[in-house]
């Protein structure tokens, strides 16, 4: 469902390496680890309820999705980093017209400068990749027979996406224990997307509040590994 899966996977290996490093290591060059990433759902700005996804109403801040993924960055002249994240998750909704699975993947190269106060750390990042959101209906439950492949009937996921190109800002605090430091913050993503939402490569037609603009954030927490 994502176009940025293999990113996804490329930074979830690369951080499973630095993992292995920060066991013997600091943090004095860099880190790397794994994410979790809460887009809330509700009507407040940057929330799922403005990114108009069609028919399913996303009203509650507990109606959001949770995403995963992984990081990793290293350092640079002038006491900066450098690096990237990338995260996917999704969630279904039950309508009185179906179930409806709303999907959210991404990927963004990033600069990152941190503060430190001993064990405790601020930091604030600034990136640039991609970000989608799609939608499909579950259709033809139960139909898993050869004959059912052949009608084209089989169960799956009719849907359409949105693929957006993003900055991000992110901040948050950071606390250092013994190999480890674990981390919380907010970030948010600034986008635009040049086609809007689309079904297989063509225009979803008969939806009027069609907005190529993203105003997103999400709540994100970490666990990272040093060398």
């Known amino acids: 469902m994502f176009t940025k899966t293999s990113c996804v996977v490329a930074l979830l290996t690369i951080t499973l390496l630095l993992g292995s490093l920060g066991i013997t290591f600091g943090f004095n060059f860099g880190g790397g ?3 979790v990433f809460y887009f809330p759902g509700g009507s407040l700005i940057g929330e799922l309820k403005n990114l108009n996804v069609p028919i399913v109403d996303v009203r509650s801040f507990n109606d959001g999705i949770l995403a995963f993924g992984g990081f990793g960055y290293g350092i640079v002249p002038g006491g900066l980093y450098s690096g ?29 400068k941190k503060i430190s106060f001993d064990n405790v750390s601020l930091f604030a990042s600034i990136g640039f990749g991609g970000i989608d959101f799609s939608i499909a209906k579950k259709v033809n439950e139960g ?3 050869l004959d ?4 084209g009937q089989l169960e799956g996921y009719l849907g359409a996406n949105i693929s957006y190109t993003a900055a991000s800002i992110g901040v948050g605090a950071s606390l250092k224990i013994s190999f480890a430091e674990l981390s919380v913050g907010g970030i948010m993503f600034l986008g635009f997307s040049k086609d809007g939402w689309t079904v297989n490569g063509k225009k979803l037609t008969e939806f009027n509040v ?9 709540l ?7 060398f």
């Open 84 to 112: 990237g994240f990338g995260f996917g998750g999704e969630r279904e909704y039950t309508t009185t017209d179906g179930t409806f699975k709303v999907s959210v993947g991404g990927g963004f190269g990033m600069g990152l």
């Open 210 to 218: 069609n907005s190529n603009l993203l105003l997103s954030y999400s």
């Open 148 to 151: 059912d492949l052949k009608n």
């Open 143 to 145: 139909k898993t027979s």
């Open 220 to 226: 994100f927490g970490s666990m990272a590994f040093g």
């Open 33 to 35: 680890g794994s994410l």
